[in-house]
């Protein structure tokens, strides 16, 4: 839609609906990455139910078609690091498991490296050529990374936060959105998390309070207000 001015809608949301004005705004996916989302990755040889994952993968393949349509910036992010691991700090290098640590031999390559398989995004939400892929060495997209940069060269006011996990990178990342100055919808069912209840709490935790954090809708309401 290159020359066609877009408009400001209302999205139905909790906890109140949101004025968006669609030229300002960015769909941002968060690590939807093979190791998290297949069966045979990392997330499953943790002993986690992947498919309670891959269930955000078609609201998000929505949105991700609906933005691309209109032309909105999407950003897609992906957690990991250097292949010398000189960015992850010692503290989590040695979390866990020494078998299922940073860097160890995984069912996909390397766990959290770059460029090893289990690092790539899911077939489905795949990103095309022009759409910045941010490489993010922590679990929010803001820490260490150029993100920031690429909204404000774009001028955006608002994000769409989806993707995985609900609690733990979705929120980080709304957290560090907020306290920059950007309202943040989140698409709850273009979210997930191994644990039910805590995608269930993280997203209650985002709109309490008025909205501390942000809004929370769903890819349904998200779609229905945005121009088709």
């Known amino acids: 839609m290159r020359g066609v001015r877009l408009p400001t809608v209302t999205i139905e949301a909790e906890p109140s609906a949101l004025p968006l004005d669609v030229a300002r705004a960015a769909l941002v996916i968060i690590d939807m990455q093979r190791d998290f989302l297949e069966p045979g990755g990392f997330g499953e040889s943790l002993g986690n139910d992947v498919s309670r994952l891959a269930a955000a993968i078609g609201p998000c393949r929505s949105l991700l078609e609906r933005a691309r349509a209109l032309g909105m910036l999407v950003v897609h992010t992906r957690e990991g690091h250097r292949p010398d691991l000189a960015d992850a700090p010692r503290a989590k290098v040695e979390r866990g498991d ?23 995004i899911v077939a489905a939400l795949a990103p095309r050529d022009g759409e910045p892929v941010v490489d993010k060495p922590g679990k929010g997209a ?15 006011d608002t994000l769409i936060v989806c993707g995985v996990t609900t609690e733990v990178c979705v929120h980080t990342t709304v957290r560090e959105a907020n306290d920059r100055g950007y309202r943040c919808l989140v698409p709850g069912d273009a979210c997930a998390s191994y644990f039910p209840e805590f995608h269930a709490v993280g997203l209650a935790m985002i709109k309490a309070q008025g909205g501390i954090f942000g809004w929370v809708s769903d890819s349904r309401r998200v779609l229905a207000a945005l121009p088709s």
């Open 98 to 120: 020494p078998r299922l640590r940073i860097g160890a031999p995984g069912p996909m390559g390397r766990i959290l490296v770059r460029g090893e398989p289990g690092h790539a």
């Open 142 to 156: 803001f820490h260490a990374t150029d993100l920031a940069s690429i909204l404000q060269n774009r001028g955006i």
